[in-house]
């Protein structure tokens, strides 16, 4: 992995054999973001999204393997309990043009992955809202 930082931009380079979130969270605890919109594309081999089950209140991953373009790749950066707190939806593609996707649990680039931090000055923290069963902004006082 490797990346540039022009002002509010963070332009990232995630190489074959590595996991995107592992490096997104490696650039932001770097570059100290605390709040930033995220978007990539690239080529994926392997892959887990996961559903989120309002009823039950968990979520219901699938694990995909093979040859898969990312056709979208976007999110956002936060913090929970003053610790980066990544929220990213993927979506892949195969070679039969069938698309897969939901929220982000694990990625392993089998090509490269080209990504976009845009950081926003501020903080907006997260907080579980139990009868919702997720984390949620918490938006502080500035």
């Known amino acids: 992995m490797d990346y540039r930082r022009f002002e509010n931009t963070i332009v990232v380079r995630i190489d074959k054999g590595e996991e995107i979130l592992e490096n997104l969270v490696k650039v932001c605890e770097k570059e ?11 080529a994926i081999g392997e892959f887990t999204v996961g ?19 990312i056709v979208s790749l ?20 195969d070679k039969e043009n069938k698309v897969y996707g939901g929220h982000l649990n694990k990625a392993i680039v089998s090509a490269t992955c080209e990504m976009f ?19 949620l902004f918490e938006f502080l006082e500035n």
């Open 32 to 42: 100290n973001v605390k709040l930033a919109n995220v978007n990539a594309l690239g």
């Open 51 to 69: 559903l989120f089950d309002t009823k039950q209140k968990q979520y219901f991953s699938s694990t995909y393997t093979g040859d898969f373009e």
């Open 74 to 93: 976007t999110g956002s950066i936060t913090t929970k309990e003053g610790k980066t707190y990544t929220h990213i939806h993927l979506s892949a593609g």
């Open 117 to 135: 931090i845009q950081v926003i000055p501020g903080r907006v923290e997260r907080k579980l809202d139990k009868e919702v069963g997720l984390n």
